[in-house]
């Protein structure tokens, strides 16, 4: 039974830049957010792909309320069916929901107060949220820090006497000590060395089987995104241009710039990085926008359409959604399981 | 073999014995410790490791561009055929801050960092900056230094490079900033160009254009490259030859297909293991190496993997400093499992 | 699933946590404790420092001689050697000083003073001199160290009115050395209170306590000066005219402080661990007690500390000016200001002495800034 956890409908968001030459005019504005809408089903992986700049840790930040959206729903389902504008609540309020959303951070290191010990940080969301006594606090704290591979020896410890995969591993045991039913995980493990990476994503899966969370993955990383997720949505200048389950947005794309971000990465394969898009040019400025579909001014496949018309994110199969005029023809290249033989 | 002929002429650049001491609070980091490698014309060398294991302070000695906190013994000999005075050089014994280490510096050997931001002054154009190590080394000559920066800019693909010569660093945008260091490194046809991160900063497009252009560029060039990077898909796709550093230590040197499928050491084989690739698939678990880097500081001679190895043995592996072995004549590695193994002698 | 051990039987590595050096387990003040004494320099000025806050604390106790008390038979008396060894090379084991008898310049007909070797003058300590209070409470007539009537010592000569030079500093740096202490203390609050205000709401508070700060700041401090103690009604006791100028310098210095509280709330409110503890449902306040105060409370110290000697200077010049502390009261800058003649630095260069007990002070509190500032970040590579 597929239950939603939550559903995100126009999400839009601003941001007010300071104009130097403008003493009285008004601020410009950039939208980093641009009419995102998604669903997310419960105990699934969604991750959100796509460049520096593309606004997904905007989204991200919005979905935890770290940061207020400019318009838009987000619709929290709770575990008996009801459905709460997140976005709406304020205050004392919000606070039942918000224990049930956590997040993880990129950087290990400035997401840990260095001024905590790690027993203080791990507690910091219990104390604000139950009234509870020492002992128990103490206890709860004792097994998410054990479930999450930490040494209960070392809690006492502050931050600073830990390494980059532990700090992580605390800023994880603090996401999940109030037992949150969605974690997002802002490039969560994208500070870290390869062979703590495994480790970090190894546990975020081994939680999440043991828990239910639904986790919705932001990471630039296509490798990591195909190996931990079930959906993919992949954004570009603030929207989400396409958005389909794993097997089917690595296997057949139906964007091109899926495509072209697919075939950029490269492999640890000597044999294998022969044809290559490399797209030409870079990123479009969010502040003036190309016009009709945002990705055109670099997309091989572009024609006058594309110019002229803005492309809606519209379904092509079954759970495939595309933003591209011609997403059913065009025959674009994927990854196929190839290199899995190696080693 | 080919490879095999070009063992027989002299290396660009040899580096041999390379140890680095830093003076900490905590004591006296070896950062760097015992480390060699050859690096030929034309060819690619690539560091690889994690943070921490000395890839970086490594490849900034050879150019001594390291604080003056890093105690650096050793040599790295460079051997120029173009010139006498760079026959068999040891670049380490010269004083750091001498003109002969600068006239190398940036004529002949070249570096790119990872952050571009910082290599240039915010307050000179990137024209000027590129003008300026053209004019240090090339020429004397203000208009014709002007032009061979103009070409340079074409060549790493700045288009209305009238228009960019003119234009601050911070007008440039990521990945321009780093074709324009990149230029600007290339401007006096170095033979040897040092690589720190290169790509790093960069997204995955931007990454692709910007490593193709390395490769274009080193095909153009005949230069040689010092690739330092974390990333095993950058140096599958740039390297000819790799060396895997671990804990201030080579701990793996090989070619680059050998590297990739006949991996012999433990950690070079966790590494590419613990990798997700694209085409895998979800349901895989990654095989993950267990444990952290521990910090070099006082660390007995023994194997510095050992805490972390799966194929660890015990009473050999952490009593005694693992010697080089030889598997064959381009393979080398760091690790007892292979002792019995070797051909040539070992170090 | 099992059951966990609970934590307090597992407590014995945390309680050694008070005991262990480890600095695993250092807490933030401890790191910077440790970061601090490594700076050889600022240790040395903390040093300093604590011995002239101790020697304003204890003036009327260390001063040979009261406030008013003069001799005019000693006008402008140089400083007197303290001695072990007399005129004849006998060695004394208790240092003294030699009688002064006035004579006059051959040349000039100028009066000087010369030792006199008849007569000798052993330095004796905890005698008995002036009545005054001891720290303001205890009546009693104890002084540090002294001489027999009807020897004098002034070890750093005397003013114009046969005045001792050292006690007059030393009872001067209770004026000096407080009223930076009081005023950066009050601006401490001000700036903390204001600079947080508008740090944390932002919005149109913000740009308007921003302004006001400018237009603060803008103001040419000297005519401010003037105009301000201008305000202050002449003859009035000494306390009130030491408040009145504490207020006035805190007036101007919290403009600095707000500005460091605001800089650092701003940048501290968008740290991920801040935002984190937000996600978590942890309440504003908390959220300012628990993150950012602890996060920008040491640069706070710093710049307060660093912000001291301004003050120093400001009530110097202040009462150079003749605008601040005005006699019988007396502060460093009073005796500048009676020493601002030519003929002095010239004729009588020891009058100069609080000029270089204020270098002094400003340096070591300059020193000891940095070395705060150093270590303010233990967190920082």
């Known amino acids: ?343 | 073999m080919t490879t095999q002929a070009a063992r027989t002429e002299q290396p660009l650049l040899s580096v041999q014995d390379l140890k680095i001491r830093i003076e900490t609070d905590n004591g006296v980091m070896q950062a760097v410790d015992g480390v060699d490698f050859n690096i030929y014309k034309g060819k690619t060398l690539g560091l690889v490791g994690e943070s921490g294991c000395g890839k970086s302070l490594t490849s900034r000695s050879i150019i001594s561009i390291n604080p003056k906190e890093c105690e650096t013994t050793g040599s790295a000999v460079y051997h120029s055929e173009s010139e006498k005075a760079l026959h068999n050089l040891d670049l380490l014994s010269l004083p750091p801050t001498g003109k002969r280490i600068r006239s190398i510096r940036g004529r002949k050997i070249a570096m790119i960092f990872q952050e571009p931001m910082t290599a240039f002054s915010p307050m000179y154009t990137i024209g000027n900056q590129i003008m300026e190590a053209i004019l240090i080394h090339r020429t004397k000559d203000k208009k014709k230094a002007k032009k061979i920066a103009l070409e340079m800019l074409a060549k790493v693909g700045i288009s209305d490079q009238e228009k960019r010569f003119d234009q601050y660093p911070h007008e440039f945008s990521g990945g321009m900033r780093q074709r324009a260091m990149i230029s600007m490194a290339l401007s006096c046809n170095p033979e040897l160009l040092i690589a720190d991160e290169p790509t790093t900063a960069l997204d995955v497009t931007i990454q692709a254009q910007v490593l193709e252009l390395m490769r274009e560029l080193q095909k153009e060039l005949g230069m040689a490259i010092l690739l330092v990077t974390h990333d095993l898909g950058i140096i599958a796709k740039m390297c000819d030859e790799v060396a895997v550093m671990y804990l201030g230590k080579i701990v793996e040197q090989a070619p680059v297909k050998e590297i990739f499928y006949n991996p012999k050491h433990p950690y070079t084989k966790g590494l590419l293991k613990s990798m997700p690739r694209l085409g895998g698939n979800k349901s895989k678990r990654l095989d993950s190496i267990e444990g952290a880097v521990p910090m070099p500081i006082g660390l007995p001679p023994m194997c510095g993997f050992y805490d972390r190895c799966k194929d660890r043995i015990e009473g050999v592996c952490n009593t005694k400093a693992v010697p080089k072995t030889h598997i064959s004549d381009q393979h080398s590695v760091r690790c007892f499992l292979y002792e019995d193994q070797s051909e040539g002698e070992s170090q | 699933m099992r059951t966990l051990p609970v934590f307090r039987r597992q407590k014995p590595e945390v309680f050694n946590t008070a005991k262990t050096k480890d600095a695993n387990y250092s807490s933030q003040w401890r790191l910077i404790y440790l970061r601090f004494k490594k700076h050889k320099l600022a240790r040395a000025s903390l040093v300093i420092l604590a011995l002239l806050y101790a020697a304003a604390i204890f003036a009327q106790f260390i001063a040979p001689y009261g406030l008013q008390s003069y001799d005019s038979k000693y006008v402008n008396a140089p400083p007197m050697g303290l001695k072990l060894i007399d005129a004849d090379g006998k060695f004394h084991f208790k240092p003294f000083v030699y009688g002064l008898k006035s004579e006059r310049d051959p040349e000039t007909m100028r009066k000087i003073f010369v030792a006199d070797t008849d007569k000798r003058y052993p330095i004796q300590f905890f005698v008995k001199g002036e009545e005054y209070k001891f720290l303001g409470l205890i009546p009693t007539s104890l002084h540090l160290m002294g001489v027999e009537e009807p020897g004098r010592i002034f070890l750093l000569g005397t003013d114009g009115m046969g005045r001792d030079m050292f006690s007059r500093i030393v009872l001067g740096s209770q004026v000096s050395l407080s009223i930076p202490l009081v005023g950066v203390g009050i601006s401490f609050i001000i700036g903390l209170f204001i600079g947080g205000i508008s740090g944390y709401f932002g919005g149109w508070l913000d740009s308007a306590i921003q302004r006001l700060i400018e237009i603060i700041r803008s103001f040419p401090t000297l005519p401010l000066w003037m105009a301000l103690s201008a305000a202050i009604p002449p003859r009035i006791p000494v306390v009130t005219m030491y408040l009145y100028i504490v207020i006035i310098f805190a007036f101007i210095g919290w403009t600095d402080l707000a500005r460091v509280v605001r800089g650092k709330f701003i940048a501290l409110k968008n740290e991920d661990y801040v935002i984190a503890a937000k996600i978590a449902g942890v309440s504003d306040a908390k959220i300012i007690i628990k993150h950012l105060l602890p996060g920008f409370i040491s640069y706070l110290v710093v710049a307060t500390t660093l912000a001291i000697p301004g003050m120093i200077l400001a009530e110097t010049a202040m009462s150079f000016l003749g605008l601040g502390i005005r006699s019988p009261a007396t502060s460093w800058g009073v005796l500048l200001q009676e020493a601002q003649k030519i003929e002095n630095v010239a004729l009588y260069p020891w009058k100069l002495f609080p000029l270089g007990i204020v270098i002094l002070t400003v340096l070591t509190y300059n020193f000891l800034g940095d070395g705060l500032r150093d270590a303010a970040d233990p967190y920082k590579k």
């Open chain 1, 1 to 343: 039974m597929t239950k939603k956890i939550l559903s995100v409908s126009n999400i839009n968001k601003y941001f007010q830049v300071k104009s130097k030459t403008a003493l009285f005019r008004k601020p410009a504005s950039v939208r980093v957010l641009n009419d995102i809408s998604f669903e997310l089903i419960e105990g699934e992986t969604l991750s959100i792909v796509g460049e520096s700049g593309c606004g997904k840790t905007t989204l991200g930040r919005c979905l935890v309320r770290g940061m207020d959206a400019s318009s838009g729903h987000v619709y929290y389902h709770t575990e008996n069916g009801e459905q709460i504008d997140f976005l709406e609540l304020k205050g004392k309020k919000a606070k039942p929901y918000r224990r049930n959303v956590q997040m993880i951070f990129q950087d290990p290191y400035s997401s840990l107060s260095p001024r905590m010990s790690v027993f203080d940080i791990i507690a910091e969301p219990l104390i604000a949220n139950f009234k509870l006594s020492r002992a128990e606090i103490e206890q709860k704290v004792m097994e998410i820090a054990e479930k999450t591979g930490l040494n209960v020896n070392y809690l006492q410890r502050y931050p600073h006497a830990f390494s980059g995969g532990q700090r992580q591993r605390i800023a994880i045991a603090r996401a999940l000590i109030m037992h949150p039913r969605l974690i997002v995980c802002d490039e969560a493990v994208s500070a870290l060395d390869v062979s703590i990476q495994a480790q970090i994503i190894n546990l975020l899966k081994d939680l999440q089987e043991q828990l239910q969370i639904t986790y919705i993955f932001i990471s630039h990383d296509l490798s990591i995104v195909q190996n931990i997720s079930d959906r993919v949505a992949v954004m570009h200048l603030g929207k989400i241009v396409e958005l389909a389950a794993t097997e089917s947005l690595f296997g057949s794309p139906k964007h091109p710039y899926t495509e072209a971000l697919m075939s950029a990465v490269p492999q640890p394969d000597p044999e294998l990085n022969k044809s290559r898009i490399i797209l030409q040019g870079e990123m479009p400025n969010p502040a003036n926008p190309p016009s009709g579909c945002h990705f055109h001014p670099r997309c091989a496949y572009k024609t006058e359409k594309c110019v002229r018309e803005a492309p809606e994110l519209r379904q092509v199969g079954e759970n495939h959604y595309t933003a591209c005029h011609y997403g059913e023809e065009l025959n674009l290249q994927g990854v196929h399981d190839e290199t899995a033989s190696v080693i």
